[in-house]
């Protein structure tokens, strides 16, 4: 088969695809023809040996999000990238691993051998690009909105950075919850758009006090979906007495925290839970959501597999709106 095996780490000229033999499914485990793979910021975290988490022993096969048809039965589906997360909700048991981290082969690839269990339904609503794109960045933001933030109707969200891939399945899984929903972003174009996917407001964080100017036009919030880290500060500031940060990743300045004043948390009874991934039962409760067919992933673009360099370029250029798919066809 294709598939783009990482054998060093580094910029995006050294992923290609390459011939790699075919994955020999274990017990308990089918083999899945992929038609598509999103790529997500993980991917090229990995790529890069960006920090301790992110240095699986190589060569390993990139990749966490993907769609395809089962060999066995011919059914479509879309693959679960949570693997082995265990029977506690409240967090991931011991065994647990993401797809595409190694030691299990990810999603780059035409061909791939995955748990049974991991194996859900396609949407069928859905296109081939936007059931490829779903599974991670719509695990991730569901579990983080509703079974962490415990999101409700009427509610008040701020998510930070508009434009990702989570960012904008939370946007769209916020609104048809009946939250209002305010973003941040550098770019008007991204501001733009995520008004008309229903922010209420929307403000560039590149202006001083941000913060300041968001919670004059929204109030103070309910939950602030915070993927960026070190805007922790800020992210406490938007709060309402009582409500609580989502902390979900650390894209910016490697999610290092300085000069946080922890009396802006305790005195005002604020929380900061973190997130990430989710758990069978999560994703269950993600594709309810998106089965009525007025949830979909936003497709930034679509690279053939061979065009995986170029795709991860476009990854590190942030100049994307959505999310960037590899196609097997």
């Known amino acids: 088969m294709r598939g783009v095996l990482l054998t060093e780490h580094g910029g995006p000229e050294v992923l290609g695809c390459t011939g790699i033999p075919d994955p020999e499914p274990k017990a308990g485990q089918v083999l899945v023809e992929l038609r598509t793979a999103g790529i997500n910021r993980r991917d090229a975290l990995i790529r890069g040996g960006i920090g301790p988490g992110y240095r699986p022993h190589l060569p390993v096969i990139l990749g966490s999000d993907g769609a395809g048809i089962r060999r066995d039965t011919g059914e479509e589906v879309i693959i679960l990238p949570s693997l082995r997360w265990g029977d506690d909700d409240a967090c991931p048991g011991p065994d647990y691993a993401v797809l595409g981290g190694g030691p299990d082969g990810g999603t780059y690839a035409e061909l791939i051998a995955v748990d049974e269990a991991c194996l859900f339904p396609k949407p069928r609503h859905l296109a081939w690009a936007e059931a490829g794109a779903l599974s991670l960045s719509g695990l991730t933001a569901y579990r983080a909105l509703f079974t962490v933030g415990r999101l409700r109707r009427g509610q008040t969200l701020v998510i930070l950075g508009a434009g990702s891939g989570v960012s904008l399945i939370a946007l769209q899984l916020a ?6 929903v305010a973003v941040t972003s550098s770019s008007e174009d991204k501001l733009r758009l995520a008004e008309e996917m229903g922010a209420a407001v929307g403000v560039d964080y590149t202006v001083p006090d941000w913060e300041l100017r968001l919670r004059d036009e929204i109030g103070e919030a309910d939950l602030v979906l915070d993927s960026v880290g070190s805007t922790l500060q800020e992210s406490v500031l938007l709060l309402r007495r009582g409500g609580a940060v989502l902390s979900m990743g650390g894209t910016g300045d490697s999610g290092i925290v300085s000069d946080f004043d922890i009396r ?34 936003v497709i930034d673009s679509v690279y053939p597999l061979d065009e995986v360099a170029e795709a991860h370029s476009q990854l590190d ?3 994307r709106f959505g999310k960037i798919v590899l196609s097997m066809e």
């Open 175 to 180: 609104v048809k919850a009946g939250a209002r």
């Open 264 to 297: 802006t948390l305790y005195l005002q009874h604020k929380r900061i839970l973190g997130t990430a991934m989710g758990s069978p039962r999560d994703f269950a409760g993600f594709l309810e959501m998106v089965s009525d067919g007025d949830i979909d992933p």
């Open 317 to 319: 250029s942030n100049l």
